[in-house]
């Protein structure tokens, strides 16, 4: 089906269109284009009601977010997928557990269970080992978004829309998990890029983006950064000028935070570039919205402002892959040269008239951010122009070494593991 | 007038292409059996308060029965049916529905006045973005044109109430949530036949 592109397919009904309203004789000519400008304080007395989609341009017409399969992809047509995966040499992937509904963030905790998050589905699962059976488990459910997950000192943490909760002693209570305790809630409750990856350091601090609830403008308070939030519950914006930042892991060379992000849509289909930060210094401003990917000023929105003023990426990711999950590789199964390398999980595109991304990239970088290379791992969940058999979205070590993949898309976790 | 139809044509036929994960259209249609009842034996329904079916986008089939089986969407008798459904059934029978020739639209002329309001409405509020210039949707939004002005009306309310979940990020929720009952009531005419 999906063979079909909008792209072919547009020009026809475009046309087709135009005439129907001559002939119809009809004011309002039905191919109008979306577009509005939230500079302006009259725009917010009365927003359009799909202000957080963005500009349309004729050339992009008819791109919007597709819609998955409303059901887990069955186990046969994984392992049926999986086989069109290619990955480097000694490398091999396979299905760790399947029948999740829209899997996200994944987090382990200590006694090897593994805690995953949910994108609309509304609900925690826990994987679970039992005499070498996977078993997944709805833990949770009735949260508003909750995508991301994390696990310290024996309590799963999860962060929805607008609270991070934290459930105590969450492994063995998980037939009946406990009343929540709410860390922390003074986040805006923009559903839109609102959903949130969640990471925490050694000392319990926990890292999050609040992004913005609209393709470009003029960010709203609160919003727009990455934000640091102590166990005594004191936050700190660490990161500014932050769009849509959905993936993030601490360096451990160095204890800084690096992140992926994701930029604008409706400029085209090559720019501007999705990007991979770093935080050298706290409060650091990333361009948005005046400035993308470095060095693009925004055509509305730069408003006189230079690139130069504000922190450029360390890798420009390509345009319209979506990067999201992200971790450094500390595991010891792979060969060392992929010791502290990056892997990104990329959710693939929409904006795109072919989309690009659904895989897992590489990044070699050095600490201080210099020397970044990235090349593709695990790719070939692209069906066609614009569909998908998988859309990868985190990415977690194992303890052996080998690497998990969340796609929500095909309702999955992946293992890639390496042997000699 | 011939491209007109060409194009509607080719969109057609992109419907029962639509790809999806296992499913098997003549399990479907055994499956459906129940679902004749009240939407038609070719998914065509004679009570104007229940959507036609036939020609629905695949996925958006899909999640609303998940939507029903989950009780996220709350319609007693639907509850009840999809509650027994496999994720295998809900699959097949989604394909099924989805491989059916689309209903005509409504019998009797709208009211030119109306139906002029609601195709305003609909190009103030952008709906063809997402759902395409002639309502027949795509990967993103599903197929709203030929529906009854009785179905139609009560969507557009039950999203403007948060009564009926959206699925993505909440588009159709927000998307409705600034309509007025006389910019629903404008639409329903208008997208029973928006051609």
Redesign the interface.
Known sequence: ??K?S?LK?SP??????V??TL?LG???????L?SYDSSKPSFWQNA???W??GD?TEEM??L???????????L??LQDNLKKIKLPPGFRIEVYASGLQEPRQMAWGDNGTLFVGSF?AQNVYAVTEKDGKRNVTTILKGLNMPTGVAFRDGALYVVAIDKLLRYDQAESKLDAMPQPVVVYDDMPSY??HGWKYLVMDREGAMYFNVGVPFNIGIPPTSTAHIRRVHQSGHGELIATGVRNSVGGDIDPRTGQFWFTENARDWMSDEIPSDKLNRIGRIGEHFGYPYCHQGDLPDPKFAMGRKCEEFTAPVLKLGAHVAPLGMKFYTGNQFPAEYRNNIFIAQHGS?NRRKYQGARIMRVVVDPDGKNAKQEVFAEGWL?GD??YSGRPADVLVARDGSLLIADDW?GAIYRISYAR | MRTLLAALAAVAACFAASPSSARDVEAGRARAEPCMACHGTEGITADPSIPSLAGQRERYLQWQLVFFRSGRRANEVMNALAAELSDEELRNISAYFASLPRANPPAGPPDPALRDKGKQVAARHRCASCHMDNYTGSQAAPSVAHQTRIYTDKALRDYRAAARPSVGVAAMNEAAGSLTDDDIAALAVYLEQPE
């Open positions: 089906m999906a079909m909008v397919r026809g009904i475009a046309a087709a269109a005439a129907a002939t009809a004011g309002i000519a039905a191919a109008q979306k359009p009601p799909d957080f989609l349309e017409k008819g919007a977010p597709p819609v998955g399969p409303a059901t887990p992809t069955p046969a047509e609309g559903l839109p929409w069906t614009q569909d095909a």
